[in-house]
């Protein structure tokens, strides 16, 4: 199924004006606070999220899994539904490919795909967390810290793979996440699990031509209960900084302890220039993947706000890094979970674009946290939506995409295509 330019503009045509009134008030009210608001609606334009290709159907919990039927079972059919996603917001024109539940076995014949969907393909992800059923050695005990060196060879020549696969499609970012750690105490030597580790990414990292990045991403229990060898972002900046230049580290929202200050980690690792990328979800209590701002949109827009006051305090763009969504939809419709996390990645970038800069500096500079609170506040609490639908509108996408995919019976139509009870690969 595609969506088309016509489609979308006839489930605009009965909200314009309401739209057009909207955005007038919240133009003005912006203009006088001096935001040059063509300056953020084309941010807000040029912005794009990854989707991951295991994101489009039903995820689960080791409980069970409850399927809403018309899932894409191969990689074509994901990159028609991010296609979908794409049509309605504009704002998710990439997509990160894990393997090997996604192997692009005829490159070319994907790559055209992607042009016709106008889709590129951001991050290739590993996956040394599961055992596959042609694999000759078991990473129960680890991957690419496990103490047979078979093992690791194993680990290190299938990293290596999934980056010739990337170059295929035309992107030049190997993401790794490892579950390997302990469950229990006493399991491995924690020191030489990790020396191990480095190790193996410095093969990795030797094996990567030039132009590659490779993002570490961290991650502090599960599966591993006891002690994950990279458990934080300290370790992953630790390797990242001895491994070199083309290593950076990337964070994953849902992976920290509760109630850490993950927008100190962003400053932090900016000021270093050792970040390279994003996973974005939300959480109540751990690595929960719920849709991205249902449960802490001011620690997004505090997010977005280091992220942007850091970038452009080196003069980088948004550009110079990888972001994507690593959620999972348990009960609601995959692709409308996926529509509502890139709004609110993007109205949180909104809100953070809509600071007052030079009043936040001030305050600041003059110790006056009340005020500092204030400029911080008077941006979040702004209703920006406005600001996002015309940014859409400007792109020919939906002014209101949920309510534009329902119009379309989106869902319907993919159970007609591909069955009730057509199930996705991947978690
Ligand atoms: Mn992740």
Known sequence: ???????????????????????????????????????????????????????????????????????????????????????????????????????????????????????????????????????????????????????????????????????????????????????????????????????????????????????????????????????????????????????????DLGHHLPNTNIEQIISTLLAENKLGGFHFNDSKYADDDLTTGSMHPYELFLIFYELVEGLQNQNRSLQDLSWMIDASHNIKDPLEDLLQSVEAIQLALAQALTVDDKKLSDAQQNNDPTIAQEVLQDAFRTDLRPLLAEARLQDDAALDPIAAYRALNVRGALIDERGEDSVATGL
Not at 165 to 187: C, H, K, M, R, V
């Open 1 to 251: 199924m595609v969506i088309s330019k016509e489609q979308i503009a006839s489930s605009n045509d009965g909200q314009l004006k309401k739209h057009q009134s909207k955005f007038d008030v919240l133009r003005d009210q912006l203009e006088e606070k001096n935001i040059d608001v063509a300056y953020v609606i084309d941010t807000l334009r040029t912005f794009q999220i990854a989707i991951p290709s295991w994101a489009l159907g039903t995820g689960g919990t080791r409980f069970g899994r409850f399927p809403n039927g018309g899932e894409p079972v191969n990689l074509e059919e994901k990159m028609y539904d991010i296609g979908l996603l794409h049509a309605l917001n504009r704002s998710s024109g990439a997509i990160s490919l894990h393997i090997p539940w996604d192997i692009p076995e005829d490159a070319a014949g994907i790559r055209q795909l992607a042009d016709e969907l106008n889709l590129r393909f951001d991050a290739v992800n590993s996956n040394t967390f599961q055992d596959q059923a042609d694999q000759k050695y078991s990473y129960r005990y680890g991957s690419l810290c496990h103490t047979d060196k078979a093992v690791r060879d194993q680990a290190i020549a299938h990293n290596l793979e999934v980056a010739k696969y990337g170059e295929e499609l035309g992107t030049n970012i190997l993401s790794i996440w490892l579950s390997d750690g302990a469950i229990f105490p006493g399991q491995h030597n924690m020191r030489r699990a990790l020396q191990r580790t480095e190790d193996s990414l410095s093969q990795i990292y030797k094996g990567l031509s030039e132009e590659f990045e490779m993002l570490i991403e961290y991650k502090p229990f599960e599966p591993a209960f006891y002690a994950t060898v990279i458990p934080d972002w300290g370790t992953s900046f630790l390797l990242a900084n001895k491994l070199g230049k083309k290593a950076n580290t990337l964070v």
